[in-house]
């Protein structure tokens, strides 16, 4: 169990939304926790990139070659 420390206006408007929808407040709390988690799908991090091209055409082959004909690019 944990205990949550909310403002009183905050901890007044549970209360009130609790009552009219006939919920605890926990019960509220837990329900609006399920449908932000559906609806806000996670951000990406700088994580979910690693390995996005491990497949791609353009880096297959000698990453030496390949780096030559980029800067081969450039001139």
């Given at each position: 169990?944990?205990?949550?420390?909310?403002k009183?206006?905050?901890?007044?408007?549970?209360?009130?939304?609790?009552?009219?929808?006939?919920?605890?407040?926990?019960?509220?709390?837990?329900?609006?926790?399920?449908?932000?988690?559906?609806?806000?799908?996670?951000?990406?991090?700088?994580?979910?990139?690693?390995?996005?091209?491990?497949?791609?055409?353009?880096?297959?082959?000698?990453?030496?070659?390949?780096?030559?004909?980029?800067?081969?690019?450039?001139?």
């Open positions: 169990m944990q205990t949550l420390k909310l009183d206006d905050v901890a007044t408007q549970l209360q009130q939304v609790a009552e009219q929808t006939h919920l605890s407040a926990n019960d509220l709390i837990k329900k609006l926790l399920c449908k932000y988690a559906v609806e806000e799908p996670p951000k990406k991090t700088l994580n979910d990139f690693f390995g996005i091209l491990k497949d791609s055409p353009t880096f297959r082959g000698d990453p030496i070659e390949i780096q030559r004909k980029m800067r081969d690019e450039w001139d």
